[in-house]
C-alpha cells in the first residue's frame, strides 16, 4: 500500500491531499479494469498529457480518450497498478503527486509488466472535485547506452 508523504507540515491541507490519493486510487482502479469513462471522470477538459510514447504531448481529454482507446487492447488481460514512493502536495485549488509505478499481474511476461515508469500528476479543484490538468509519464535511459532503463536496479 502506498504511503502519503506530507511535506508541508500543514493540517489543512490533509484533507485536499487524502482526497488526492482516493482521486489517484480510483483512477488507477478503473485503470485496471479498462474502464474508460471512469478513467476519463478523473481528468479536466483542458488537460495535457506528456506521454511516454507518441504523441509525446496530447492536449485536451477528449483527445487523450482517443489515446487511451487506441493503447488499451495492448495491456495485459488482467492487472494492478503498484505505486512506490508517493508523494503528494495540495495548497488551496491545486496539488500534484509524484511516484513510480508499473503494472502487476499473473501474466508476468507480458511486455506492460516489464516497466517502471515516473509520473507527476498535476490536480486542480474544479467544482469541488480534483481533476487532473496535467500527467507526466517517463522512463529514465542510461546515458552511456541511450537506452530506456526499465527496472529500479542499475
Known sequence: MPQIFYMSGEKNNSTNKEAIKKNLDS?????STKDIKQMMA??????????????FQTKGAVAWKHVWEA?????PENFRVEIRDLVIH???????????????GAEMDHPAMQTWMRATTG????????KIVHDHAS?????HTNQAVFSLEL
Open 90 to 104: 495540495a495548497d488551496g485549488n491545486t496539488g500534484f503527486a509524484f511516484y513510480l509505478f508499473r503494472l502487476i
Open 27 to 31: 483512477f488507477f482502479s478503473a485503470l
Open 123 to 130: 490536480y486542480k479543484l474544479q467544482n469541488g472535485k480534483w
Open 42 to 55: 478523473h481528468y479536466a477538459d483542458e488537460v495535457i498529457v506528456f506521454d511516454v510514447k507518441p504523441p
Open 139 to 143: 522512463l529514465p535511459f542510461s546515458p
Open 71 to 75: 493503447s488499451l487492447p495492448f495491456f
